[in-house]
Protein backbone atom coordinates (compact mmCIF):
# COMPACT_ATOMS: atom_id res chain seq x y z
CA UNK A 1 0.00 0.00 0.00
CA UNK A 2 1.00 3.33 -0.35
CA UNK A 3 0.87 5.57 2.35
CA UNK A 4 1.88 9.33 3.04
CA UNK A 5 3.10 9.93 5.92
CA UNK A 6 3.06 13.37 7.47
CA UNK A 7 5.90 14.15 9.71
CA UNK A 8 6.03 16.27 12.17
CA UNK A 9 9.79 16.42 13.38
CA UNK A 10 12.60 14.16 12.27
CA UNK A 11 12.82 11.99 15.93
CA UNK A 12 8.80 11.66 15.78
CA UNK A 13 9.80 10.19 12.30
CA UNK A 14 12.20 7.78 13.52
CA UNK A 15 10.12 4.91 14.92
CA UNK A 16 7.08 4.99 12.73
CA UNK A 17 9.20 4.77 9.45
CA UNK A 18 11.22 2.05 10.47
CA UNK A 19 8.13 0.02 12.01
CA UNK A 20 6.49 1.17 8.55
CA UNK A 21 8.69 -0.21 6.21
CA UNK A 22 9.31 -3.73 8.09
CA UNK A 23 5.17 -3.53 7.38
CA UNK A 24 5.87 -3.57 3.80
CA UNK A 25 4.42 0.18 3.11
CA UNK A 26 5.61 2.20 -0.11
CA UNK A 27 6.43 5.11 1.68
CA UNK A 28 6.89 9.10 1.26
CA UNK A 29 6.63 11.60 3.91
CA UNK A 30 4.83 14.90 4.31
CA UNK A 31 6.15 17.82 5.98
CA UNK A 32 3.44 20.53 6.55
CA UNK A 33 3.97 22.05 10.15
CA UNK A 34 2.90 25.89 9.99
CA UNK A 35 1.94 25.76 13.58
CA UNK A 36 5.72 25.11 14.73
CA UNK A 37 7.32 29.17 15.88
CA UNK A 38 9.44 31.30 15.96
CA UNK A 39 10.35 30.99 12.28
CA UNK A 40 14.23 29.93 13.54
CA UNK A 41 12.68 26.73 15.25
CA UNK A 42 10.79 25.63 12.23
CA UNK A 43 13.82 25.92 9.85
CA UNK A 44 15.38 24.00 12.43
CA UNK A 45 13.07 21.31 12.71
CA UNK A 46 12.72 21.11 9.13
CA UNK A 47 16.49 21.10 8.34
CA UNK A 48 16.85 18.02 11.12
CA UNK A 49 13.90 16.26 9.14
CA UNK A 50 16.17 16.99 5.83
CA UNK A 51 18.98 15.08 7.07
CA UNK A 52 17.41 12.34 9.05
CA UNK A 53 15.20 11.25 5.22
CA UNK A 54 19.17 11.92 3.78
CA UNK A 55 20.18 9.08 6.24
CA UNK A 56 17.51 6.99 5.67
CA UNK A 57 16.68 7.37 1.83
CA UNK A 58 12.91 8.61 2.85
CA UNK A 59 11.44 10.49 -0.32
CA UNK A 60 10.03 13.89 1.07
CA UNK A 61 7.22 16.54 0.27
CA UNK A 62 8.12 19.68 1.79
CA UNK A 63 5.00 22.48 2.01
CA UNK A 64 6.96 25.32 4.03
CA UNK A 65 4.24 28.03 3.72
CA UNK A 66 4.12 29.63 6.99
CA UNK A 67 0.71 30.79 7.76
CA UNK A 68 1.39 32.16 10.97
CA UNK A 69 -1.21 34.76 11.46
CA UNK A 70 -4.05 32.59 10.29
CA UNK A 71 -2.75 29.54 12.73
CA UNK A 72 -2.54 32.13 15.53
CA UNK A 73 -5.90 34.11 14.97
CA UNK A 74 -7.68 30.12 14.64
CA UNK A 75 -5.78 29.37 17.96
CA UNK A 76 -6.87 31.73 19.57
CA UNK A 77 -10.63 31.37 18.47
CA UNK A 78 -10.94 27.94 18.04
CA UNK A 79 -14.41 26.58 19.56
CA UNK A 80 -12.85 22.85 19.88
CA UNK A 81 -9.38 24.37 21.52
CA UNK A 82 -6.13 25.22 19.70
CA UNK A 83 -5.09 21.48 19.23
CA UNK A 84 -8.12 20.63 17.36
CA UNK A 85 -7.42 23.31 14.95
CA UNK A 86 -3.85 22.27 14.63
CA UNK A 87 -4.04 18.65 13.97
CA UNK A 88 -7.09 19.42 11.26
CA UNK A 89 -5.36 21.67 9.98
CA UNK A 90 -2.07 19.70 9.34
CA UNK A 91 -3.74 16.54 8.56
CA UNK A 92 -6.24 17.80 5.79
CA UNK A 93 -3.65 19.32 3.81
CA UNK A 94 -1.83 15.74 4.31
CA UNK A 95 -4.99 14.27 3.13
CA UNK A 96 -5.77 16.35 -0.18
CA UNK A 97 -1.76 16.37 -1.34
CA UNK A 98 -2.45 11.57 -0.80
CA UNK A 99 -5.58 11.85 -2.67
CA UNK A 100 -4.18 14.39 -5.46
CA UNK A 101 -1.31 12.17 -5.49
CA UNK A 102 -2.59 8.91 -5.79
CA UNK A 103 -1.57 7.26 -2.53
CA UNK A 104 -3.88 5.06 -1.36
CA UNK A 105 -4.23 6.24 2.84
CA UNK A 106 -2.28 8.68 5.24
CA UNK A 107 -1.22 8.97 8.59
CA UNK A 108 1.16 10.98 10.81
CA UNK A 109 3.91 10.46 13.28
CA UNK A 110 1.89 12.02 15.72
CA UNK A 111 0.54 9.63 16.62
CA UNK A 112 4.24 8.26 18.38
CA UNK A 113 4.45 10.69 20.52
CA UNK A 114 2.80 9.87 24.16
CA UNK A 115 2.29 13.68 24.82
CA UNK A 116 0.18 14.58 21.52
CA UNK A 117 -3.68 14.19 22.15
CA UNK A 118 -3.89 10.89 20.78
CA UNK A 119 -7.74 9.97 20.60
CA UNK A 120 -8.65 13.47 19.26
CA UNK A 121 -5.86 12.61 16.48
CA UNK A 122 -7.52 10.14 15.39
CA UNK A 123 -11.17 11.70 15.92
CA UNK A 124 -9.68 14.62 13.63
CA UNK A 125 -7.99 12.34 11.12
CA UNK A 126 -11.05 9.93 10.40
CA UNK A 127 -13.07 13.28 10.28
CA UNK A 128 -10.80 14.54 7.52
CA UNK A 129 -10.69 10.97 6.01
CA UNK A 130 -14.24 11.01 5.45
CA UNK A 131 -14.53 14.56 4.03
CA UNK A 132 -11.51 14.07 2.03
CA UNK A 133 -12.91 11.03 0.61
CA UNK A 134 -8.87 9.02 1.18
CA UNK A 135 -8.43 6.29 3.90
CA UNK A 136 -7.00 6.97 7.22
CA UNK A 137 -4.27 4.29 8.16
CA UNK A 138 -4.01 4.42 12.05
CA UNK A 139 -1.37 3.18 13.87
CA UNK A 140 -0.86 3.42 17.54
CA UNK A 141 3.15 3.49 17.36
CA UNK A 142 3.77 4.97 21.27
CA UNK A 143 4.88 1.54 22.01
CA UNK A 144 7.92 2.01 19.75
CA UNK A 145 8.18 6.29 21.49
CA UNK A 146 11.55 5.00 23.63
CA UNK A 147 12.97 3.04 20.32
CA UNK A 148 12.69 6.37 18.35
CA UNK A 149 14.42 8.50 20.80
CA UNK A 150 16.95 6.08 21.57
CA UNK A 151 17.13 6.20 17.23
CA UNK A 152 17.13 10.22 17.05
CA UNK A 153 19.74 10.36 19.56
CA UNK A 154 22.09 7.83 18.05
CA UNK A 155 21.76 9.97 14.67
CA UNK A 156 22.79 13.03 16.44
CA UNK A 157 19.17 14.65 15.48
CA UNK A 158 17.88 17.67 17.32
CA UNK A 159 15.31 16.96 19.67
CA UNK A 160 12.88 19.55 20.41
CA UNK A 161 11.88 20.57 23.59
CA UNK A 162 8.35 22.11 23.60
CA UNK A 163 5.83 20.77 20.84
CA UNK A 164 5.75 23.55 18.45
CA UNK A 165 3.33 26.52 18.60
CA UNK A 166 4.04 29.71 20.73
CA UNK A 167 1.72 28.53 23.87
CA UNK A 168 3.48 25.50 24.03
CA UNK A 169 6.73 27.41 24.18
CA UNK A 170 5.31 29.38 27.24
CA UNK A 171 3.81 26.19 28.56
CA UNK A 172 6.99 24.68 28.90
CA UNK A 173 9.12 27.89 30.33
CA UNK A 174 6.87 30.01 32.01
CA UNK A 175 7.70 28.67 35.67
CA UNK A 176 4.57 29.49 37.75
CA UNK A 177 5.48 31.73 40.52
CA UNK A 178 6.62 31.23 44.04
CA UNK A 179 4.02 32.28 46.59
CA UNK A 180 5.06 34.53 48.84
S1 LIG B 1 0.31 22.41 21.61
FE1 LIG B 1 1.12 21.33 19.78
S2 LIG B 1 -0.69 20.31 18.89
FE2 LIG B 1 -1.43 21.90 20.27
S3 LIG B 1 -1.71 23.73 19.00
FE3 LIG B 1 0.35 23.86 19.87
S4 LIG B 1 1.67 22.92 18.33
FE4 LIG B 1 -0.41 22.30 17.84
Same mark, same amino acid.
Given at each position: ?6 ? $? $? ?17 ? @? ?21 ? !??? *??? +? ?5 ? !? ?12 ? @? ?33 ? @? ?11 ? +? ?12 ? !??? @? ?8 ? *? ?8 ? $? ?5 ? *? ?5 ? *?? +??
Amino acid at each position: MSLLLHI $C $CGPCAAYPVKFLREQGYSL @SGYFYNPNIHPYKEFQKRLETLQ !DYV *KQV +ELELIVD !DQYCLEEFLLQALH @SEQGRCHNCYEMRLRQTAKYAKAHGFEAFSSTLLV @SPYQKHQLIIDVA +EQVARQEEIPFAYF !DFR @SGWYEGVAIS *KQMELYRQPY $CGCIFSE *KERYLKP *KK +EK
